[in-house]
DNA sequence: AGGAATGTTCTTAT
DNA sequence: TATAAGAACATTCC
């Protein structure tokens, strides 16, 4: 899933890939993945080229430049859903499957945006600091200071599962991650935010940090992670310990992992090292 | 009333 | 075919 690792590596393909290319041409299958109309895409970005990226939790930030001077600057915003991906390539023979956004480049090569199952969405906007505070979208995860972290979780009243998701609290966890971070701190998924301690806040700060951190480092590949993470109950696509026994329990207590639901998403806790 | 919490829906490959 | 997901939107709560 796209989350905050999988986007920060989807922004360094890009910076490495697309960069200071003129934009010849734009296609797209399907109108309802902008966020704006595509007329007004294609006007924009034609002539136009990549500059630069930013990226906020889960949304990569494209800066662009042109030929003729504007007033306004022109960012291209990216949001990966839950199957997004980015393909950089010369022929189209190696036109990615569900490639439904491609950039087409002058020296002939395209970028293309994938999106499986149509969650993904590409727009264009001028104000990064605006674009967030319409969205509520609040501090990067990698960002996130102890003391931001604990404002945010002391002014809701509700589960910390779905308080953690939500990506005003703090921006780029989801619902994998969220677990992780929750299993790390040893903290039950089912927790009311009132009832943590400053200490169980700053578990989870920690664990935000080590989850984010090892993610990135591992360049979002789940099967390089040490076995202590929960990850490896999970059915991920490829896990190479999906339905194996001894990938279901706890790498630490060795208790059963339970499956439950919390906040409406699926959820993996160990029932022993995080108890209500 | 109204902001916050909680629930539903969209979408499609596997 | 039942399932999974992020976020927008809808509804309920206090």
């Known amino acids: ?3 905050l690792p999988e986007v920060e590596i989807y922004r360094l393909y890009l910076e490495s890939s697309s960069l200071h290319q003129p934009i010849e041409n734009i296609e797209v299958d399907d109108p309802n993945l902008l966020t704006v109309p595509f007329t007004t895409l294609y006007e924009t970005l034609v002539g136009r080229w990549f500059t630069g990226t930013r990226r906020i939790g ?3 930030f494209v800066l ?3 030929p003729d001077p504007l007033d306004q600057p022109v960012i291209v ?8 991906d980015l393909a950089y390539y010369h022929s189209s023979l190696d036109r990615p499957k569900y490639a439904r956004i491609v950039f087409h480049f002058r020296n002939g090569f395209n970028l293309g945006f994938i999106c499986p199952r149509k969650f ?3 727009g264009l906007i001028d104000d990064i600091p605006a674009y967030l505070k319409r969205k509520k979208i609040g501090k990067d995860g990698l960002a996130i200071s102890l003391s931001e972290l604990t404002e945010q979780i002391r002014r809701k009243k509700a589960l910390i599962k779905p308080v953690l998701m939500d990506q005003s609290t703090v921006a780029g966890l989801g619902n994998w991650i969220v677990d992780e971070v929750l299993f790390q701190a040893r903290v039950h998924p089912e927790k009311r935010t009132e009832n943590l301690t400053d200490n169980e806040i700053r578990q989870l700060h920690d664990a935000i940090q080590l989850v984010l951190t090892t993610a990135i480092r591992h360049e979002a590949q789940y099967r390089d992670f040490t076995i202590n993470f929960l990850i490896h109950v999970r059915e991920w696509d490829d896990s190479p ?3 194996v026994e001894a990938h ?9 992992i339970a499956k439950s639901e919390v906040g409406g998403r699926t959820t993996y806790f160990c029932p022993n090292d995080q108890q209500l």
């Open 1 to 3: 899933m796209p989350e």
């Open 58 to 60: 889960k949304n990569l």
């Open 64 to 66: 662009t430049d042109g």
């Open 77 to 84: 915003h990216m949001h990966f859903g839950m199957t997004g």
């Open 120 to 122: 993904e969405r590409i």
């Open 241 to 243: 310990y999906d339905d």
């Open 248 to 256: 279901k329990f706890c790498p630490r207590c060795g208790t059963r």
